[in-house]
Structure formats: structure tokens, C-alpha cells
């Protein structure tokens, strides 16, 4: 029974390239949740999709980030023209609905050189 | 005021101690409080759920207060494998429920 998967673990980008993080959530779960991490901070919430939804986008930086859960696979954050500080652990975590508790995947490890 | 204010740590303490940790939130309508465990570059996972009457499982104790918005963990007989951060979480309340809002952890170091 798979939790949340989230591909790649690590993954390194130069500044002004892309980063596309993937989630697949728990069999079941409909609900998707991005957080990011940075160094020595708490996780802080970035939006929020169900399938082919975007619910709440309220923490998403104005520029540059984007966040989609297609009907079929799984959901992309995806991050253009990166810079140094999107160096963070982003983490996806998935609910069957919106007031369940969430669980999270292991987390993308980004660094930008 | 913070949005969720834990004890800045970090805690180290023998096996066998009790170990509490104490966390402040500041949102009134928050519904749902949680304390999460996250080990070093993991995943947080959940510990417990946190009720207003206060909820024990195993070794560990959780209390919550609404008047104050304070919420407590307490860890009896303390373990090697308890060696952790401890992630204090509660919910946006009302229509935001789904969002969390982490605390910055509080780091616990069980000594042999």
C-alpha cells in the first residue's frame, strides 16, 4: 500500500532553468497539498488541488511557480527561471478529503547552483 | 505573534526521561491541531491528533487548551528511536481547514 510518492529525490538546476517536481498521492486520495521548507524554517503551505482543480493557490509566489493535478498521473509543481532561493525541501502530501489529516511524501530536495 | 510559536529547543535528555514540549498558536478559528515527527531530511509524519479533552497514546500525551491556544506533548519512559523534531500543527479553521500551518520544531535528542 503506497503512501505518497515524489519524484526525484534530489534534484539540482542552474539558475534560470526549470524544475518540475512530481506527487503521486496515496491510493485514494483525491486531495493534493504542496508545502515548502526552507533551511532551518517550518513548512509552509503553497496550494492546494484536487483533480484538475486548483483550490487554493494562496501561498504560491505570484511568479514563476505553477501547480497542476491532471485527471490522469500525477501532480507537477513546476518552477521556471529558478533562482538561489528556491534552494528548499518541497514536500506534497494527500487527503481522501479536505478535513483528513495529511500525509506526506518523502520530498523533493532542490538546490540551485 | 507567531502563527504557531514552539519551544526553540533543542531538548537533549536521557533515556527514561519525560520530555514536554509546549507550542502557542494564534489563529482562534483553527478546528484541528496536530503534532507531527519529522527525523533529519525525512518526510513530517504524523504523531497524533490533538482533542480538546487531551489524548494519550502509549508513552505519549497530548493536551490542548482553546482558552489559551496552547497545545502540549508529553513523552514518558523516553526512547532512542524518540530522537526527532517535533512539529507542532494546527489547521487554517473555518473554510481553510486544509491548510496547515507548521510550527518551526522543536529538535529531541535522547542520549543512551
Known amino acids: 500500500n503506497a503512501g505518497v510518492m515524489q519524484n526525484p529525490r534530489h534534484l539540482v538546476r542552474r539558475r534560470g532553468q526549470e524544475a518540475r517536481l512530481r506527487c503521486s498521492p496515496m491510493k485514494g486520495h483525491s486531495h493534493v497539498y504542496w508545502y515548502r521548507q526552507l533551511p532551518e524554517e517550518g513548512l509552509k503551505f503553497m496550494v492546494y488541488?484536487?483533480?484538475?482543480?486548483?483550490?487554493?493557490e494562496s501561498g504560491m509566489p505570484k511568479e514563476r511557480f505553477s501547480a497542476e493535478f491532471p485527471k490522469e498521473g500525477p501532480s507537477i509543481l513546476r518552477i521556471q527561471q529558478v533562482v538561489r532561493g528556491d534552494s528548499a525541501a518541497y514536500f506534497c502530501a494527500s487527503s481522501p478529503d479536505r478535513a483528513s489529516p495529511q500525509h506526506f511524501g518523502d520530498g523533493t530536495r532542490l538546490s540551485i547552483l | 505573534r507567531k502563527e504557531v510559536e514552539q519551544d526553540p529547543g533543542p531538548f537533549n535528555v536521557p533515556e527514561g526521561a519525560t520530555v514536554a514540549f509546549n507550542c502557542t498558536y494564534s489563529n482562534s478559528a483553527s478546528q484541528s491541531f496536530f503534532w507531527y515527527r519529522q527525523d533529519c531530511r525525512k518526510e513530517p509524519k504524523l504523531l497524533m491528533s490533538v482533542y480538546s479533552s487531551g489524548n494519550e497514546d502509549g508513552r505519549f500525551t497530548a493536551q490542548l487548551n482553546r482558552a489559551s491556544q496552547y497545545i502540549s506533548l508529553l513523552i514518558r519512559d523516553s526512547k532512542l528511536s524518540d530522537s526527532a523534531t517535533y512539529l507542532c500543527?494546527?489547521?487554517?479553521?473555518?473554510?481553510?481547514?486544509?491548510?496547515?500551518?507548521f510550527g518551526k520544531g522543536t529538535l529531541l535528542t535522547v542520549n543512551p
Open positions: 500543527v494546527v489547521n487554517g479553521g473555518g473554510g481553510s481547514n486544509y491548510k496547515l500551518t
Open positions: 488541488l484536487q483533480k484538475e482543480n486548483i483550490i487554493d
